[in-house]
């Protein structure tokens, strides 16, 4: 209100279509060097909260020649599940929910996630990546893990694109030479 609209210089189509352009070409040409100069990176990943004793993180994969860094503990099938020291206190809020035969539905899970005021498309990456077993609902390991990644997200970590082995519940993990 205290600006005068008619003192503004006008809009400058030519700037306006190049500066579309920046973004829409430049920018992503620009990503993918982003993502390479990650992998040629020697520096050390996140470290501390939700991250504490890992070096790279808890998103990180490694492929199947990958050897575990120092300290690190024997292998995936070993590793101790990343969500483990705060089970309890998921556990309580999973069981306030009232789960039918051990497990929540979508409707009462999407209720209490709701409330976290994440985006509904960041909700949706969480559910997918925490609905282990498919079958659209979450027992209490699924619902820990769901809020684990809910708190990663809040304190402002990206989110896995698959799940990493370090991450599923221990009563999910296949086995070697188990089948489906």
Partial sequence: MAHDFTKFHSLKPKLLEALDEMLTHDIAKLMPLLRQE????????????????????PFVERGPDEAMEDGEEGSDDEAEWVVTKDKSKYDEIFYNLAPADGKLSGSKAKTWMVGTKLPNSVLGRIWKLSDVDRDGMLDDEEFALASHLIEAKLEGHGLPTNLPRRLVPPSKRRHKGSAE
């Fill in 38 to 57: 990650e992998l040629e990176s020697t520096e050390v990943g996140v470290q501390g909260g939700a991250f504490e004793g890992t070096h790279m993180g």
